[in-house]
């Protein structure tokens, strides 16, 4: 009688972050939910460690210049809306070096890793060139 041993499926591990992007009198503010800091501190409570980190912008007041590079769609640009940047996990710990603290976020530079086939997958042209 043979056994046949079952492959467990390791499930992937996410961090969230919000980010609130406002133009108030002219400025732009950037205000993070959890902060870096303390998400950093909830990543190293986990085991195992995150994989990857989804930021989730919310544009209040439109999509200021400085964050153009979140949409080419004029609409959200000119009214607002939501936008998603997903970061390897190490990738992020890195970037977060190289960003104001109190804004502006950055691009990731190679663009977001694809939707995970976990959470649905993405077969967009951006996801598809990414995949690597």
Request: hydrophobic share 35%; with cysteine.
């Amino acid at each position: 009688m043979s056994t046949k041993k079952s492959k467990e499926k390791s499930e992937l591990v996410v961090l969230d972050q919000w980010i609130e992007v406002r133009v108030l009198d002219g400025k732009t503010t950037t205000e993070l939910f959890p902060p870096n800091q303390e998400l950093i501190a909830i990543a190293r409570a986990m085991n195992p460690l995150p994989g990857l980190v989804y930021r989730r912008f919310n544009f209040l007041d439109g999509v200021p210049a400085e964050y153009h590079w979140t949409t080419r769609d004029e609409n959200i640009r000119r009214y607002g809306g939501i936008g998603i940047q997903r970061i390897a996990f190490k990738n992020w710990i890195a970037h977060i070096q190289t960003e104001p603290p109190q804004g502006p976020l950055r691009p990731v530079p190679g663009g977001n890793v694809p939707r995970p086939r976990e959470r649905g997958g993405c077969d967009c042209p951006v996801c598809a060139r990414n995949q690597s």
